[in-house]
């Protein structure tokens, strides 16, 4: 639709990329960095003609380790984008980094994070993870009550990656619509139940996500249109010191203080 950004990638886009990537594990792999932001890093010096051992996604963290004790973080911000394609296939412009293998190679595009470290640090500093199974619901509640002020709206509390590890924008939207919440409402006032009830949701939504079935979108970019549940139009507005829209049905989900229409 025109007016909105690119979809920010988010904890199932990057199990997604970890899945294909699979193809490339246990092959030593040729390294090129394209982009000049990318080559001063030195990446590819430090990691060509080794042995890619695992690629695992955490959180929106991917961490490519490599033999010898070599973990590469990628962390894809808004636009950064991991491609699967078939060894030598052609491309117009400059990806940060090329991962060559025996049959296929792994592409990555656009300005991301990209880290190599001896081993990873930030990792144990993000909450726990939206995907896993099963998901530390119990964790992320104490997570979400201890780190925040108990005024912050709770949409905006669950972006942040050191509470819950893995929920984007998309999927905040969907998970509290489902849970009936509104993500205006101070976490004070969010019952654990309520709060338990979100995080499910989301761990139910973004797991149907990564084996494919899409699930339909309730209200994330359907500013205007009928709520599914009620028929009340959805609302946009933008949430929290990062400005990132929050969607939500205003009689479905009430409380908190609520932009005025
Ligand atoms: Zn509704």
Same mark, same amino acid.
């Given at each position: 639709m025109p007016g909105y950004a690119p979809d920010m990638p988010e904890g199932d886009a990057l199990l997604r990329a970890a899945q294909r990537l699979?193809? +490339?594990?246990g092959q030593r792999v040729e390294v090129e960095t394209p982009h000049p932001r990318a080559a001063v890093k030195q990446i590819a010096e430090r990691l060509?003609? =080794?042995? =890619?051992q695992s690629v695992e996604a955490v959180g929106k963290n991917l961490l490519l380790r490599f033999e010898g004790g070599l973990v590469l973080h990628s962390h894809l911000r808004m636009n950064g984008r991991w491609r699967v394609e078939p060894r030598g296939s052609r491309r117009v412009g400059q990806p940060w980094l090329v991962l060559r293998g025996e049959t296929h190679e792994g592409v990555l595009w656009n300005g991301p994070v990209l880290e190599l470290r001896r081993d990873f640090a930030p990792v144990s500093r +993000?909450?726990?993870?939206? =995907? *896993?199974?099963?998901?530390d619901i119990d964790a992320m509640v104490e997570r979400l009550r201890g780190s925040? !002020? *108990? *005024?912050?709206e709770v949409g905006d509390a669950l972006l942040d990656q050191h509470a819950v590890a893995g929920i984007g924008n998309l999927w905040k939207a969907e998970a509290l619509w489902e849970a009936r919440v509104?993500?205006? @409402?101070p976490l004070a006032d969010v019952r654990d139940e309520e709060l338990r009830a979100v995080l499910i949701a989301a761990h139910r939504l973004m797991h149907a996500s990564v084996e494919g079935t899409r699930p339909l979108r @309730?209200?994330? $970019? $359907?500013?205007? @249109?009928?709520? !599914? $549940?009620?028929s009340t139009l959805i609302r946009s507005y933008p949430q929290g010191d990062d400005a990132r829209t929050a969607y939500w049905c205003p009689n479905c989900q009430r409380g908190g203080a609520e932009p005025a229409a």
């Open positions: 699979q193809v +490339l594990v060509d003609g =080794l042995t =890619l +993000l909450g726990p993870d939206i =995907l *896993a199974v099963p998901p925040q !002020p *108990a *005024a912050r509104s993500p205006w @409402r @309730r209200c994330y $970019r $359907r500013v205007g @249109r009928p709520c !599914p $549940r009620c």
